[in-house]
């Protein structure tokens, strides 16, 4: 017989199925595609290309030193560039971590100058507040003696009529010396 030509039994083991599929796939073919020769089936090529196609077997490829070879100097080379592209990216990673920590410092000395700055206002606001009270203080002061140096200067005048100008020097000083005594009572209480 021919070396192109199988039985059933050895297309079943060579494609790794039943007797029972390949004889089903048989009674689908033509007649001319089997030959017999004492009551055993064999098949040629174009039957068993067939049988094959229906059953949806595909043949493993066989590969050849130099593929394999191939395959392992791109799989050394992928591995090579992923291992780069990782430390790569893991330097990124490092920097950017160096860089967070480096604002997050920034960030917390901004935070506590924000904070010294608020404190720093509310003492000037205060300050302010303090100084618009002693002025207003001053004010009123300030009117008093001018009221209590015109009640002076009219007890100091005769009570005729007389120039303003000729009051002695005398009595300016004694009126003087009684506004600054009536001063510094004042701050003593």
């Known amino acids: ?13 060579e494609l790794g199925v039943s007797k029972k599929k390949i004889h089903y796939q048989v009674s689908k073919l033509d007649t001319d595609l089997i030959q017999r020769l004492d009551g055993t089936i064999y098949l040629d090529k174009s039957a068993i290309s067939k049988i094959k196609a229906s059953i949806g077997y595909t043949s493993p490829v066989e590969l050849d030193t130099s593929g394999i070879q191939n395959r ?7 591995g090579t560039k ?3 592209l990782i430390d790569e990216k893991s330097e990124q990673i490092s920097y950017l971590k160096e860089q967070l920590n480096k604002k997050d410092d920034q960030l917390s000395i901004k935070d506590e100058q924000i904070k010294n700055l608020v404190e720093i206002q509310n003492q000037t606001q205060n300050l302010l507040d303090q100084q618009q009270r002693l002025a207003l203080q001053d004010k009123k002061l300030l009117e008093e003696y001018k009221s209590e140096i015109k009640d002076l200067k009219d ?18 000083e004694t009126a003087e010396a009684q506004i600054k005594q009536k001063k510094w009572w004042r701050f003593g209480k």
């Open 1 to 13: 017989m021919s070396e192109n030509l199988k039985t059933i039994r050895e297309l079943a083991e």
């Open 72 to 78: 392992h100097e791109l799989d050394s080379l992928l």
């Open 82 to 84: 992923k291992n780069k």
């Open 155 to 172: 007890l100091a005048m005769p009570s005729h009529e007389v120039d303003k100008n000729a009051v002695s020097q005398s009595e300016l």
